[in-house]
C-alpha cells in the first residue's frame, strides 16, 4: 500500500485554475473509479471535495471539478479564491475494502 | 447538528494499548460505514481502518493489521479502535470519519470527520 503520488505545490493566482494530479498504479487508481479528494486547512478536519472521481458534494462549489485518465485522478479548481488554500489530498480504492491516500499537494493563491 | 468526537487518545509507552473512542450524533449512524484515518505530525493522511454498517465488512492498512481492531456499537452510536503492541510510528492524530456519500465500499466519501485524538508513543 504504497501512497499515491501528488506534487508537493501548486499555485495560482485569484480566478486562474490549478490542476493537482494523483498518480497511481492499476491497482489502486487506474483500476476503480472510485477516486475522492478532501482539502484540509492548517489545524482542521478534511473536508471532502470529490468522491467518485467526478461528483461534487452538496455544498461543493461547481468550481472544483475530477477526472481520471488511465492511472492518473486529477483536480481541478478554476476561478481560484483565497479560500481555496490549503493541503489537498487525493485518495483511492485499492481492493479488498482497503483505500490508500496520496501524499498532498499545498495549494497557494499568490 | 452532527457531531464527530474522538477521545481515548494519550501518552503511552511502545509495546502499550490504547482504545480510542468515536461518539457520533446528528445522523443514523448505523446507516453508515466509518473509518479511521490518522494524520503524523506535519505528515500527510493515512488510512487506517474502516468497518461497514453491520460489521461485515471490516479492513486494516498493512501497517496496523493483527495489532489494531476495529468495532462499533451501533445501540451506542459509537465507533472504536483497540491498539495493541503500539509503537513510536504510531503516533498521530486519529480522525474518526463518516462514509456518508461512499454507499460502502468501494466507493468513499468521507464527509463527516471529528476534531482528532492525539496519539503519542514514546519512551
Known amino acids: 500500500q504504497s501512497a499515491l503520488t501528488q506534487p508537493p505545490s501548486a499555485s495560482g493566482s485569484p480566478g486562474q485554475s490549478v490542476t493537482i494530479s494523483c498518480t497511481g498504479t492499476?491497482?489502486?487508481?487506474?483500476?476503480?473509479?472510485?477516486v475522492s479528494w478532501y482539502r484540509q486547512h492548517p489545524g482542521k478536519a478534511p473536508k471532502l471535495m470529490i468522491y467518485?472521481?467526478?461528483k461534487r458534494p452538496s455544498g461543493v462549489p461547481d468550481r472544483f471539478s475530477g477526472s481520471k485518465s488511465g492511472n492518473t485522478a486529477s483536480l481541478t479548481v478554476s476561478g481560484l479564491q483565497p479560500e481555496d488554500e490549503g493541503d489537498y489530498y487525493c485518495?483511492?480504492?485499492?481492493?479488498?475494502?482497503?483505500?490508500?491516500f496520496g501524499t498532498g499537494t499545498r495549494v497557494t493563491v499568490v | 447538528d452532527v457531531q464527530v468526537e474522538e477521545s481515548g487518545g494519550g501518552l503511552v509507552q511502545p509495546g502499550w494499548s490504547l482504545r480510542l473512542s468515536c461518539a457520533a450524533s446528528?445522523?443514523?449512524?448505523?446507516?453508515?460505514?466509518m473509518f479511521w484515518v490518522r494524520q503524523a505530525p506535519g505528515k500527510g493522511l493515512e488510512w487506517v481502518s474502516g468497518?461497514?454498517?453491520?460489521?461485515?465488512?471490516?479492513a486494516y492498512a498493512d501497517s496496523v493489521r493483527g495489532r489494531f481492531t476495529i468495532s462499533r456499537d451501533n445501540a451506542r452510536n459509537s465507533l472504536y479502535l483497540q491498539m495493541n503492541s503500539l509503537r513510536v510510528e504510531d503516533t498521530a492524530l486519529y480522525y474518526c470519519?463518516?462514509?456518508?456519500?461512499?454507499?460502502?465500499?468501494?466507493?468513499?466519501?468521507?464527509?463527516?470527520w471529528g476534531q482528532g485524538i492525539l496519539v503519542t508513543v514514546s519512551s
Open positions: 470519519a463518516v462514509d456518508v456519500y461512499g454507499s460502502g465500499s468501494p466507493s468513499l466519501g468521507l464527509d463527516y
Open positions: 492499476s491497482s489502486d487508481v487506474g483500476g476503480y473509479n472510485y
Open positions: 485518495c483511492s480504492h485499492a481492493g479488498n475494502d482497503k483505500y490508500v
Open positions: 446528528g445522523f443514523t449512524f448505523e446507516e453508515y460505514a
Open positions: 467518485d472521481v467526478i
Open positions: 468497518i461497514n454498517w453491520n460489521s461485515n465488512t471490516i
